[in-house]
């Protein structure tokens, strides 16, 4: 079987904090450790069976991942921007010309 990666969710800071200090204190014993999130998550497994640990705090990543909208916004945007102002694009598109709608006749 190959590697999983799960995902706890905690409410409370001082909860999440808890049990990263117990998974990490696990992670060198290698004793068997039940863990539960406070959204009803609960799974169990040798200590020695996690290879990493990683610790999220949403408040924060979510300006993370905002950033990386914004900047995928500008990128598309510029790149819009010299498309059209590419020669061999303008080209292209002029060929198909623009749509057009003739009435029924």
């Known amino acids: 079987m190959g590697a999983t990666t799960w995902s706890l969710l905690f409410k409370d800071k001082e909860k999440a904090d808890e049990v990263y200090k117990n998974l990490d204190i696990v992670t ?4 068997p450790v039940q863990v539960e ?37 500008r990128t598309q945007a510029k790149a819009q921007t010299r498309a059209n102002t590419d020669p061999e694009m303008r080209g292209a598109n002029a060929m198909h010309g623009p749509a057009v709608l003739r009435p029924f006749q």
């Not at 290879?51 to 916004?73: C, F, K, N, P, T």
Request: proline letters at 0%; aromatic letters at 12%.
């Open 37 to 73: 999130d406070q959204f009803g998550q609960r799974f169990t497994f040798k200590g020695a069976s996690i290879d990493g640990i990683m610790y999220d705090d949403m408040s924060v990543s979510q300006l993370a991942y905002i950033e990386r909208a914004l900047h995928q916004a």
């Open 28 to 31: 060198v014993s290698g004793d």
